[in-house]
Nanobody
């Protein structure tokens, strides 16, 4: 069984920055076996993919709405992934969750408000 735990969310003003982290724990798995994705769900909206990083971090993809502002990374030795978010906008508000293989974290709330 694998557990994913996100952290780093909070309240930030427009233009501000946050860094989210996702830590994987459990037994019998290798973090580098799968890609890691960060998703978000805004109130009243469907969950959407924000960013994804390949097994060893050589490839990344971003939603158009966050390109140039967000950066996804991973540390396979530490079994973690991070999402650096800069120049945050009110429309970035939502619950951010990480995904690995078939597992999801519970998410961390990000609120962007003046």
């Amino acid at each position: 069984q694998v557990q994913l735990v996100e952290s780093g969310g909070g309240l930030v003003r427009p233009g501000g920055s946050l860094t989210l982290s996702c830590a994987a724990s459990g037994s019998g798995f290798t973090f580098s076996d799968y890609a890691v994705g960060w998703y978000r769900q805004a109130p009243g909206k469907e969950r959407e993919l924000v960013a994804i990083i390949s097994h060893y971090g050589s490839s990344t993809n971003y939603a158009d709405s966050v390109k140039g502002r967000f950066t996804i990374s991973r540390d396979n030795a530490r079994y973690t992934s991070s999402l650096q978010m800069n120049n945050l906008k009110p429309e970035d508000t939502g619950v951010y969750s990480c995904w690995w293989n078939k597992y999801w974290g519970r998410g961390t709330q990000v609120t962007v408000r003046a």
